[in-house]
């Protein structure tokens, strides 16, 4: 409890370290309010065998590093808008070919998930131009 640094001493908070991570045990709906949930947590730790397999199968989906990586959650959650926001910034800073040809794919599955496939299919003419000149050289 963290009562005698809080603002609201009342309140009865507890301070929990950033990326903690709870497994849902039980959720009970109130019976006196249809509009509140009771949910009982328990906290895991690294030592968690489901946990564990969860994170590897995150980064087996998930590749790529930085701000691409951001990308591909973003995409695999459904962001689409802010998937395509980040890259075409990331385009701006493009070094070569090789990356902008990887960043007009990515933005072709964000004009494909946001149904705009006369779009996606664009993007993807664009990698496959990109790919078709480096491989002559």
């Not at 397999?53 to 459904?78: A, P």
């Amino acid at each position: 409890m963290i009562d005698k640094h809080s603002a609201l001493p009342r309140e009865q908070e507890i301070l929990f370290t950033m990326h903690s991570v709870f497994r849902i045990v039980e959720i009970i709906q109130a019976p006196s309010n249809s509009r509140l949930w009771e949910v009982q947590l328990t906290i895991t730790d690294e030592s968690d065998p489901q946990l564990a397999g969860l994170t590897n199968r995150i980064k087996e989906e998930i590749s790529g590093r930085g701000w691409y990586r951001m990308g591909q959650l973003m995409l695999k959650v459904g962001h689409f808008d802010q998937a395509e926001e980040l890259y075409n910034e990331l385009l701006k800073g493009a070094s070569d070919n090789s990356v902008r040809a990887h960043i007009y794919h990515e933005l072709g599955r964000v004009k494909k998930g946001q149904g705009e496939y006369p779009e996606a299919v664009k993007f993807y003419e664009k990698t496959l131009e990109i790919k078709r000149e480096t491989s002559r050289r």
